[in-house]
């Protein structure tokens, strides 16, 4: 975003152009108003595109291994716990509504 956008306007119009969302949650998140309306979004533009958006949540540990489960509004979706950031990539790939065309290699 731009600065000196407005930013619930901003973050209404990313999840419009996006194809998902993915949320990471940690120990020392707070489930604070400001969350509630973001995953409330999420959930509007999965219920709007149906296959063509994913809600992706990843539960990060902190540094002694403790967890956190998503919020309630999440509780609905599959979340992951992934061992390492490359396994969360491999996730977040892996739940994008997105197929990869044919590779075309230039000579």
């Known amino acids: ?14 999840f419009r152009d996006s ?3 993915v949320f990471f949650i940690t120990p020392s998140f707070k489930d604070e108003a400001y969350l509630r309306g ?7 533009e999965k219920t709007a595109k149906g296959d063509r958006f994913a ?10 291994g403790a967890r956190v489960k998503p919020p309630d509004l999440l509780h609905s979706y599959v979340w992951k716990e992934p061992n390492s950031h490359l396994d969360a990539l491999k996730e977040i790939l892996r739940a ?4 990869v065309g044919t590779p075309f290699w230039r000579p």
């Open 38 to 44: 973001e995953i409330n979004h999420a959930v509007a």
């Open 1 to 14: 975003m731009p600065a000196g956008a407005e930013l619930h306007r901003a973050i209404q119009q990313g």
């Open 55 to 64: 809600i992706v949540s990843l539960s990060f540990p902190d540094e002694n």
């Open 19 to 21: 194809c998902a969302a």
């Open 96 to 99: 994008l509504p997105l197929s």
